[in-house]
């Protein structure tokens, strides 16, 4: 006879994801209000998204247009960051900049984490497709990121969306090998096999159980994506492999600058602060909310009053 | 009768945690003789360990804090010995086996080189004659083939010989002090007689003191000499082993001994746990710790703390109503 | 030992191949007809059909993937659009300066990433620990190819101590050849340091907390052997899981700083296959570094079980 799961059995077992998150919400702010690095971070990012969304109206001048009569000026009241070989305002290219890199580093991270988790969590249940997917997963990870991101460009051409496709790959093979691996782990895990042995179905397991404790290696991997992502496309960028010159992405403008070094050192300077400071912020949270989650879980020192 | 070799005193130890400050130890203080074997009683979390890791000195420091007390060992107070004196005596003078024999050697490094390191740290001895006393040392407890064992890997061993060379190990520099930390808490239960057998023998042959830190009533029956019963940070009774199981005076001990089965006792009988639960030791009840849960407690009992005190020869209790508390009513 | 030793090499075979088809099929599926690049401009459709027909482009995908198996298992990368010359030829030059920087930046890196880690590890907590994380977390983030651009400007252009670019050759010297390498070394460097400093001060701590080291202590062991006997050899399997994804990484560096520094390595050549199009040298190199990759992988796990013997069965 078929055993037929409690709800109230059920829930106990595993809180409501909700629960979890407003928990962990909650917790960062307080974490936030304490670590002063971690405060400071977020506050970067959120400048950042706000210049995402705002710079092109903020900007005082057409960036995109040439104007060869003011080229190679150094930073001045008229233009904070200087101007470039071709004229153009460097801090308006800079904070609009900001746009490219949020866009295509969130895209991707949205992507690959979205894609990666569900086919991690599929796979993990059907023994042959997760053969041969992992082969194929093998397969992708083993190229380095912008090789492989560079020859897929190359075949499928530069564009915003392109881009983004072409990162994913990588980001998401990445993903669902953590994720599978995270979830093999558990799936030995006591609490599921008394799930099972209750008679949960397996769709069940996976949201109820799996999920809730996977949300955080998810989560903190999501932030180091989104660090890559930036990093990648900037280099992509630098390469020349990404989005047009005209457009400004900080990898292009500080391509640009490159060979104007001893007269523009600023065209180069000002757009790479710009990167290291929004990379470093998302790897510093990334690092704190890893910080705040693992200790939790993993459990405190063995010579506590423990006995 | 023999003399102090370890004398405790006042030891208060405390843990630093996000969720408050847990005293873990809370002013406590026993004597082990020469020789004899003394074991620490209590639950999961009354500060047993700790106590025995303060001795040894071996707290971590950012949470933890030894905040007051003196650990007289052989006339030395340990707690105020520098580092490196203290390195001198652990592994030597005093030695340690810890509960899980699957964690406690290094994964990484063969049987001999870890049963060396003590003699060559303490005894200096050199390479060759540090091995071949681990073998010595393997076949003292009673683990056959010696040599090939010695090349091997903790995780080619069962949990009962890694327990053995733990053993082997802790004595290898003749300490006059063996502390076993739940030692066979993790075993199965055949081989935990032979555990503690050993551990006697061993101690009795060279004259080692063992303090026996554990839950387990029934080796505490069979192998100590003296037995001190502890509960949340504190020590409630402290007496002869038999004296104990004869005539406990504390509420908790008479509720320890009345919820474990014996061989003496009716066929059928019920068991009687100890009503209530053990209490979050950052919030501590006023009074005495055990009042929520204890039968003969009187109106002083919520407001005041009893002390530790000597109500016959070799027997302490700390409880107001020690005369009403008997085992059986 | 030498079971699990096939076993990992028999599990990256597959992998292999798996990487052959996915550059194999990606430049397949490109756009471009590589008999238009080849035959130029002017070419006509007679001539377009006739060059396809001997290159054997008009054949079944699978078969024309297979021969380029077959011929990689030979030892023949394919020839190169552009110059007609076979890939291999154009390989070998290129292999000193790349093999070059990447031998001076692993060994460089490892030893000031487990340094810097295991001194972080110690002094865990203190300011020293500190500093020596913020280090490390700015290398991790910072791109390194501003960083290139910042030590140019600093130490070539400014300084004049070293060169901005100029490759030198070992038979130029040994002293030109390295003090011409130096910057691009030193940038890759310290962003492969930063991260393995990073990761081993991680594992470390983690072990430090294991039960075996408080065995340790009680043993009477001093806090050094602790560290250095006790700790570091269970820690050693997550450093040499980084060194190796380190080195992935340089693969990705390499492009970036052989372009900036003008030095003629692989990664250069990669770039300008990119631009030009020249797909048999995209595909080959490619498969180069995959498979390189794959087998530095595979030395990384063989080293596990050197290291932890619990893994040898």
Redesign the interface.
């Known amino acids: 006879m078929a055993v037929i799961s409690d709800p109230a059995t059920e829930w106990q077992l595993a809180p409501p994801v909700s629960a979890r998150l407003r928990g962990s919400l909650g917790a960062t702010y307080r974490a936030a209000r304490r670590d002063k690095v971690l405060a400071a971070s977020i506050t970067v990012l959120l400048i950042g998204l706000f210049l995402a969304f705002f710079a092109p109206t903020l900007a005082r001048t057409d960036y995109e247009r040439t104007d060869p009569v003011n080229r190679l000026l150094g930073p001045s009241t008229d233009h904070w960051f200087g101007t470039d070989n071709w004229g153009r305002d460097v801090f308006d290219r800079t904070i609009v900049g900001t746009r490219l890199s949020f866009l295509v580093g969130v895209s991707v991270t949205v992507v690959s984490t979205v894609i990666g988790v569900s086919v991690a969590l599929v796979i993990s249940y059907f023994r042959l497709l997760d053969s041969i997917i992992m082969?194929?997963v093998?397969?992708?990870l083993?190229?380095?990121?912008?090789?492989?991101a560079?020859?897929?460009i190359?075949?499928?051409?530069p564009s915003v969306g392109n881009i983004i496709i072409a990162l994913s790959v990588t980001a998401t093979a990445g993903k669902i090998r953590l994720v599978r691996g995270a979830v093999l782990s558990l799936r030995e895990s006591t609490y599921v096999e008394a799930a099972r042995a209750v008679g949960v179905p397996v769709p069940r397991i996976l949201m109820l159980h799996v999920l809730p404790n996977i949300v955080s290696i998810i989560i903190v991997q999501a932030t180091f994506t989104l660090?890559g992502a930036i990093?990648a496309e900037?280099?992509l960028s630098?390469?020349?492999?990404g989005v047009p010159e005209y457009v400004p992405s900080w990898?292009n403008i500080?391509?640009t600058?490159?060979g104007y070094?001893?007269v523009g050192?600023h065209i180069?300077?000002f757009p790479?602060l710009f990167?290291?400071i929004t990379?470093?912020a998302v790897?510093?949270i990334g690092?704190s909310i890893r910080d705040h989650l693992d200790p939790k879980l993993r459990g405190?020192?063995?010579?506590?009053?423990?006995? | 009768m023999a003399e102090v070799l370890l004398k405790v005193k006042n030891l208060s130890t405390l843990f630093r945690t996000e969720g408050g400050v847990v005293k873990a130890v809370d002013n406590i203080s026993f004597e082990v003789r020469a020789g004899e074997t003394f074991a620490l009683v209590g639950e999961s979390g009354c500060g047993k360990s700790v106590t025995a890791l303060s001795i040894m000195r071996l707290i971590p420091t950012p949470p933890g804090e030894i905040t007051s007390g003196t650990v007289e060992f052989d006339g030395i107070d340990l707690l105020k010995l520098r580092n490196r004196e203290m390195r001198a005596i652990r592994g030597s003078k005093i030695g340690m086996i810890f509960q899980e024999p699957m964690s406690s050697l290094n994964p990484v490094l063969t049987i001999q080189s870890q049963l060396a390191e003590p003699l060559k740290i303490h005894m200096k001895l050199s390479s060759g004659a540090a091995n071949d006393r681990a073998e010595e040392l393997v076949n003292m407890v009673g683990i056959p083939d010696a040599r090939a064992r010695l090349q091997q890997y903790p995780h080619e061993l069962s949990g009962g010989q890694r327990q053995r060379i733990m053993i082997a190990m802790a004595m290898s520099c003749a300490p006059r002090l063996l502390i076993a930390d739940e030692a066979t808490t993790a075993l199965d239960v055949t081989i935990q007689a032979q555990i503690l057998d050993l551990m006697q023998d061993v101690t009795e042959q060279s004259g080692t003191s063992l303090l026996i830190i554990t839950h387990n009533l029934g080796i505490v029956a069979r192998y100590a000499d003296r037995v001190a019963v502890m509960y949340a940070g504190k020590l409630r009774e402290v007496s002869d082993a038999s004296d104990m199981y004869a005539e406990p005076q504390h509420p908790y001990t008479v509720g320890l001994l009345r919820s474990v089965p014996r061989l003496d006792s009716d066929k059928g009988a019920p068991l009687t746990p100890i009503a209530g639960e053990i209490p979050d030791l950052t919030d501590l009840p006023d009074g005495c710790a055990f009042n929520p849960r204890c039968p003969w407690a009187v109106e002083r009992c919520f407001t005041d703390d009893p002390e530790l005190e000597e109500i016959s020869t070799g027997k302490q209790v700390a409880c107001f109503e020690h005369a009403s508390v008997a085992l059986h009513d | 030992m030498w079971r699990y030793i096939a076993q990992r090499v028999l599990v990256s075979i597959p992998v292999i191949i798996m990487v052959g088809i996915i550059t194999f099929t990606l430049v397949y599926i490109g756009p471009g007809d590589p008999a238009a690049i080849i035959a130029g401009d002017e070419a006509t459709p007679e001539i377009l059909e006739r060059i396809r027909h001997d290159l054997g482009f008009d054949r079944p995908f699978p078969v024309q993937m297979g021969e380029w198996f077959l011929n990689l298992l030979r030892g023949d990368l394919g020839t190169s659009y552009f110059s007609g010359r076979e890939i291999t030829e154009l390989i070998t030059p290129r292999l000193q300066p790349t093999l070059s920087l990447g031998f001076q930046v692993v060994v460089l890196s490892t030893i000031i990433g487990i340094s810097a880690g295991m001194l972080a590890a110690w002094k865990a907590g203190t300011r020293l620990d500190k500093n020596l994380m913020i280090f490390a977390v700015l290398g991790f983030a910072t791109p390194g190819f501003w960083l290139a651009f910042l030590t140019i400007w600093v130490f070539a252009v400014n300084l004049g101590w070293f060169p901005v670019i100029g490759y030198k050759p070992l038979s130029a010297g040994l002293i030109p050849h390295l003090h011409s390498m130096f910057l691009p070394v030193m940038v890759n460097s310290i962003l492969a340091s930063a991260f393995i400093s990073r990761i081993t001060r991680s594992a470390m701590l983690e072990v430090l907390r294991e039960d075996y080291i408080r065995t340790a202590r009680a043993k009477g062991a001093s806090e050094f052997s602790v560290f250095l006997r006790h700790a570091f050899r269970p820690s050693a399997i997550p450093v040499a899981t980084v060194i190796g994804a380190s080195i992935a990484g340089l693969a990705t560096g390499f492009v970036l700083t052989e372009t900036i520094f003008a030095i003629p390595g692989l990664g250069r050549m990669l770039v300008d296959a990119i631009v030009r199009r020249d797909y048999p040298i995209i595909q080959a190199l490619l498969m180069v570094v995959a498979t390189v990759l794959i087998g530095v992988n595979l030395i990384v796990d063989i080293l596990y079980a050197y290291i932890d013997p619990r893994i040898r069965y």
Do not use: E, Y
């Not at chain 1, 630098?238 to 492999?241: D, P, R």
């Open positions: 082969r194929v093998d397969g992708f083993a190229f380095p990121t912008i090789l492989l560079l020859a897929l190359s075949l499928i051409g660090a990093l900037a280099s630098f390469l020349g492999a990898g500080i391509a600058g490159q070094m001893q050192f180069s300077f790479g990167l290291t990379v470093l790897v510093l690092d405190r020192l063995k010579t506590t009053a423990h006995s």
